[in-house]
């Protein structure tokens, strides 16, 4: 009875990370641990270069904020990467945790980020409702979705 027991309690186990470690933070939605970017799963941050307006309609650095904060909230914590998809550039896109917790819900909560539908389906939700009704980054004023604005820079493509 005991081998089959520890057969299910093998199977119920969570999947180890696929990576770990001190992340560098390339931008906003992007980590670099080992020599590898990772690119954060079911988010879209803005652009290093994008800028947003707050309610007042004064431009601020979103996409540098974005990036800074997240290099301020990763600093000397180990971070955990489960891998879920390969990008069309061969990165790896992953879940990302630190000290439990999923980077890529922190930065949507904090209207760091938006969450990135098209990829993440309803994961997030809760985050951005929360991140717009209290105004939080992007949401205190007006935004191009980063998607929107890569897509601006490049011709319409």
């Not at 080992?34 to 996409?63: F, K, T, Y």
Request: charged fraction near 30%.
């Amino acid at each position: 009875m005991l081998i089959p027991l520890l057969i299910l309690v093998a199977a119920c186990a969570p999947a180890p990370p696929t990576i770990m470690g001190r992340a560098s933070v390339i931008d906003g939605d992007t980590l670099e641990i080992h020599g590898q970017r990772i690119r954060l799963w079911g988010v879209d941050a803005p652009e290093g270069r994008q800028s947003c307006n707050d309610a007042s309609g004064a431009a601020w650095a979103c996409g540098r904020i974005a990036a800074n904060r997240l290099d301020q909230r990763l600093q000397n914590r180990t971070v955990s990467c489960f891998e879920q998809d390969r990008d069309r550039y061969g990165r790896m896109v992953a879940r990302c945790e630190t000290d439990g917790e999923d980077v890529g819900a922190w930065l949507v909560r904090q209207g760091l980020a938006v969450r990135y539908a098209r990829y993440a389906g309803a994961a997030y939700l809760v985050e951005e409702a929360a991140a717009r009704r209290e105004k939080a980054g992007v949401w205190a004023g007006n935004f191009t979705r980063p998607e929107d604005w890569r897509r601006e820079r490049r011709g319409g493509k």
